[in-house]
């Protein structure tokens, strides 16, 4: 898909990951709709790179209505609807069974409604709006829908339980959500991160931010977010990538703890 003169829509785009890919798509000449809840960090994004390429939407991506609001409202400014990068998550850190009891299920249930039923809930209406696009290829194809797992979908540590189980509700979900929209012309694919420098690594002491590197096969390091971004950008471009889970993470396996 040529993505000039396209339009996505970033969640968690203020900040991170998903900062990175907007910057990767307007380069690419798309015109992108962030949904986050960070309003200031979004209008920094859209003052460096122009607010006729960028717009902003406040949503909570588990709100049915917002999103539903919010895609719609992304059609008509934009015109149409070709590329959607879910990014937008939370993390948990809470054993089945710790020292203080179970796994508290009101700390279980955000982390399920953002990262997994709200990844969901974007990519369902999204879908709903780039059926509508005319084919932009030979093949029929209109769009993609492009989530994010982790590799914590594969080896969830200690701690990690809501977050894998979400992460890995994503994997499960790429293949027949793919066949589900293949009548359409609407790919899906899910990039699988590992270790990925963001500035919650930059708060860590640096012997730990060492260990963490070093746990990586090669290159040595953390991976940087422009190489997710890259990674999008190859998802939305090349038109036989479908039903896919990509890792990206330097071969890194996690160890239980």
Not at 10 to 36: C, H, P, R
Not at 158 to 182: E, N
Not at 188 to 205: E, S, W, Y
Request: glycine residues 10%; hydrophobic residues 45%.
């Amino acid at each position: 898909m040529d993505l000039q003169g396209k339009v996505a829509i970033v969640t968690g785009g203020a900040s991170g990951l998903g900062q990175a890919t907007v910057e990767a798509y307007v380069a690419k000449g798309v015109k992108v709709a962030i949904f986050d809840l960070n309003a200031d960090r979004a209008q920094a994004v859209i003052d460096d790179l122009g607010d006729d390429k960028v717009a902003f939407w406040s949503v909570n991506v588990a709100d049915e209505n917002a999103v539903k609001e919010a895609v719609a409202a992304v059609v008509e400014k934009f015109g149409a609807l070709h590329i959607v990068n879910n990014f937008a998550g939370i993390g948990s850190a809470a054993k089945t069974l710790g020292k203080n009891g179970p796994f508290p299920l009101e700390q279980w249930q955000p982390v399920i409604d953002i990262n997994l039923t709200g990844t969901f809930n974007v990519a369902r209406f999204a879908a709903e709006q780039i059926a509508k696009n005319d084919p932009v290829n030979d093949d029929g194809g209109r769009g993609v829908i492009i989530n994010t797992a982790s590799v914590a979908a594969y080896e969830g540590q200690v701690g990690q339980v809501a977050y894998s189980a979400t992460k890995g509700g994503v994997v499960g979900m790429t293949l027949p959500m793919a066949r589900d929209l293949a009548s359409y012309g609407v790919r899906v694919n899910t990039i699988v991160p590992g270790l990925i420098h963001t500035p919650l690594f930059a708060m860590l002491p640096e012997p730990q931010y060492k260990a963490l590197e070093a746990q990586v096969v090669h290159p040595p390091r953390l991976g940087k977010a422009a190489e997710i971004a890259h990674l999008a950008v190859f998802m939305a471009e090349n038109d036989y990538l479908n039903g896919e889970c990509v890792r990206l993470d330097g071969a890194i396996r996690m160890q239980p703890r």
